[in-house]
């Protein structure tokens, strides 16, 4: 009964919220300078967080300003929002995501880059989004995984994204969530398999004591200076930094 509650509760702000969402970004955004764009995504994102009941714990320190790749390991539909609401960003995100009532639209709004799995010449023209998005100092978000997990570990890495960012010689830094239900390591909250996004909000939205860390770990290039390892290489070092604090725990 209490969780048939805190759902209705929840749901009740997360729909106001949305209507405030959509309504900015239809009528307000396109008047507003970058930076206020990026202030009120952020200050969006984290009273989304907060509707939703998930505690963000922060660690760690970003590159906060000039362009900057964020690669992170994908969990939830959340992942996006809980990066926005440190850093504004612009995340490379699969077409499906694009077709999610609401959300989609609203995502694709602040800036995120669509691509289509499976078509070769998509990579081209998603290359070529990144390069103007570091020109404009913009932070780029990439899930390589290109699909959700549990959360206790990683998949194997799409490497042809890092290419962009290699190019650009922009710093490419790794971010690690870790996902807690009730004080523990828990797949819980992950959005993976033949669950809906409706199911998936129905059990966020109901849970309590969700808890998510966010590490920003050490980058591994730097703005300016080219890498002296292959891409492939570098997708390894970075999913190995991650790797390491989705499993210690």
């Given at each position: 009964m209490i969780a048939y509650?805190?759902?209705?509760?929840?749901?009740?702000?997360?729909?106001?919220?949305?209507?405030?969402?959509?309504?900015?970004?239809?009528?307000?955004?396109?008047?507003?300078?970058?930076?206020?764009?990026?202030?009120?995504?952020?200050?969006?994102?984290?009273?989304?967080?907060?509707?939703?009941?998930v505690k963000v714990v922060?660690?760690?320190?970003?590159?906060?300003?000039?362009?900057?790749?964020?690669?992170?390991?994908?969990?939830?539909?959340?992942?996006?929002?809980?990066?926005?609401?440190?850093?504004?960003?612009?995340?490379?995100?699969?077409?499906?995501?694009?077709?999610?009532?609401?959300?989609?639209?609203?995502?694709?709004?602040?800036?995120?880059?669509?691509?289509?799995?499976?078509?070769?010449?998509?990579?081209?023209?998603?290359?070529?989004?990144?390069?103007?998005?570091?020109?404009?100092?913009?932070?780029?978000?990439?899930?390589?995984?290109?699909?959700?997990?549990?959360?206790?570990?990683?998949?194997?890495?799409?490497?042809?994204?890092?290419?962009?960012?290699?190019?650009?010689?922009?710093?490419?830094?790794?971010?690690?969530?870790?996902?807690?239900?009730?004080?523990?390591?828990?797949?819980?909250?992950a959005f993976i398999g033949?669950?809906?996004?409706?199911?998936?909000?129905?059990?966020?939205?109901?849970?309590?004591?969700?808890?998510?860390?966010?590490?920003?770990?050490?980058?591994?290039?730097?703005?300016?200076?080219?890498?002296?390892?292959?891409?492939?290489?570098?997708?390894?070092?970075?999913?190995?930094?991650?790797?390491?604090?989705?499993?210690?725990?």
């Amino acid at each position: 009964m209490i969780a048939y509650l805190r759902f209705a509760v929840r749901a009740f702000f997360l729909i106001l919220l949305l209507l405030s969402g959509l309504l900015t970004a239809a009528i307000a955004l396109p008047f507003m300078n970058r930076a206020v764009q990026d202030a009120v995504t952020k200050a969006w994102s984290c009273c989304l967080m907060l509707v939703c009941g998930v505690k963000v714990v922060r660690h760690g320190t970003p590159i906060m300003s000039g362009p900057v790749l964020w690669v992170a390991n994908h969990v939830s539909w959340i992942d996006i929002f809980i990066l926005n609401s440190w850093r504004a960003t612009s995340f490379i995100a699969k077409q499906e995501i694009r077709r999610w009532p609401v959300i989609g639209w609203l995502v694709a709004r602040v800036g995120t880059v669509f691509i289509e799995r499976g078509q070769r010449q998509a990579i081209g023209r998603v290359s070529d989004s990144m390069k103007s998005l570091f020109e404009r100092n913009i932070c780029v978000g990439l899930f390589p995984e290109g699909t959700t997990s549990d959360g206790l570990d990683v998949k194997a890495f799409s490497t042809s994204l890092f290419e962009p960012a290699m190019r650009a010689q922009v710093a490419i830094q790794p971010v690690a969530l870790v996902f807690w239900y009730e004080g523990q390591r828990s797949g819980k909250m992950a959005f993976i398999g033949d669950q809906t996004l409706i199911g998936n909000i129905w059990v966020l939205l109901s849970a309590s004591h969700v808890c998510v860390e966010v590490y920003c770990l050490p980058a591994v290039t730097q703005n300016g200076q080219a890498s002296e390892l292959s891409r492939a290489q570098l997708a390894a070092q970075v999913r190995e930094a991650i790797l390491a604090k989705v499993v210690q725990r």
